[in-house]
C-alpha cells in the first residue's frame, strides 16, 4: 500500500461545476499537509496548505481528517484555468516529504 | 523573488556515464530535495538535505546519492547512469524541517541512451 493516495483520475467537469478530490495517508505521525497544483511540464506549484481547522482561499477549500487520516479540496465554481493535475504532498516530523501520485482535471466549456 | 535553478532542462547521457545534476536556491533555505517524477508513477523522493553535509535518504536513493558542501547548492550523482534512470528530475527547497512550502526548479529531462 502507498503511504499517500489520491482518487484516480482523470476528473473531467464542465465549467461552473464543484469537484473534489480526496487524498488518504498511511503514517498517522505525519505532521503537515498540503496541495500542489502542476501545469502540463512545468513544475509544481505551492496551491495551499491544509490545517485541522480547515482552509479556505477563494474558490478553494481545504480539511484535514486527521482521525480517517485524509485530506481534501473542493473546488467551487470550476474554470477552464482551473484544469492542472493537483498533487497532495505529505511530511513526517522528520521532514521526509511524500507526494501522492496526482490527479489530473480538465474542466471544459 | 523565490528561485530555484537547475543546471540543465535537457540532458542526454550513455549507459555506465557518471551524472551530475546540478541545484541552486538563492532564499537561504534550509532544506533541499531531489525527486523524480515518471508517468503513472508521481513525484518520487530520492534524497533530501536539511543542512549542509547533511543528508537523508528517500523512498527510492539507490543508484543515486547526493552532496552538499554549500547551504544554496545541492547536487545529485548517478554514479554509473542506467536506462531505468531515464526521467524528469525536479530539486525543490524549502524554509525549515517539519513542513513547508516547497519551491520547485524547473527540472531536468535526463535521458540515457
Known amino acids: 500500500r502507498k503511504e499517500v493516495e489520491q482518487d484516480p483520475g482523470p476528473f473531467n467537469v464542465p465549467e461552473g461545476a464543484t469537484v473534489a478530490f480526496n487524498c488518504t495517508y498511511s503514517n498517522s505521525a505525519s505532521q503537515s499537509f498540503f496541495w500542489y497544483r502542476q501545469d502540463c511540464r512545468k513544475e509544481p506549484k505551492l496551491l495551499m496548505s491544509v490545517y485541522s481547522s480547515g482552509n479556505e482561499d477563494g474558490r478553494f477549500t481545504a480539511q484535514l481528517n486527521r482521525a480517517s487520516q485524509y485530506i481534501s479540496l473542493l473546488i467551487r465554481d470550476s474554470k477552464l484555468s482551473d484544469s492542472a493535475t493537483y498533487l497532495c504532498v505529505v511530511y513526517t516530523n522528520a521532514g521526509k516529504s511524500t507526494f501522492g501520485d496526482g490527479t489530473t482535471l480538465t474542466v471544459k466549456p | 523573488d523565490v528561485k530555484v535553478t537547475q543546471s540543465s532542462r535537457y540532458l542526454v547521457k550513455r549507459t555506465g556515464e557518471k551524472v551530475f545534476l546540478e541545484c541552486v536556491q538563492d532564499?537561504?533555505?534550509?532544506?533541499m530535495f531531489w525527486y523524480r517524477q515518471d508517468p503513472g508513477l508521481g513525484l518520487r523522493l530520492i534524497y533530501f538535505?536539511?543542512?549542509?553535509?547533511?543528508?537523508e535518504k528517500g523512498d527510492i536513493p539507490e543508484g543515486y546519492s547526493v552532496s552538499r558542501e554549500k547551504k544554496e547548492r545541492f547536487s545529485l550523482i548517478l554514479e554509473s547512469a542506467s536506462t531505468n534512470q531515464t526521467s524528469m528530475y525536479l530539486c525543490a527547497s524549502s524554509l525549515r524541517t517539519g513542513g513547508s512550502e516547497q519551491y520547485f526548479g524547473p527540472g531536468t529531462r535526463l535521458t540515457v541512451t
Open positions: 532564499m537561504d533555505h534550509e532544506n
Open positions: 538535505s536539511y543542512d549542509v553535509k547533511m543528508k
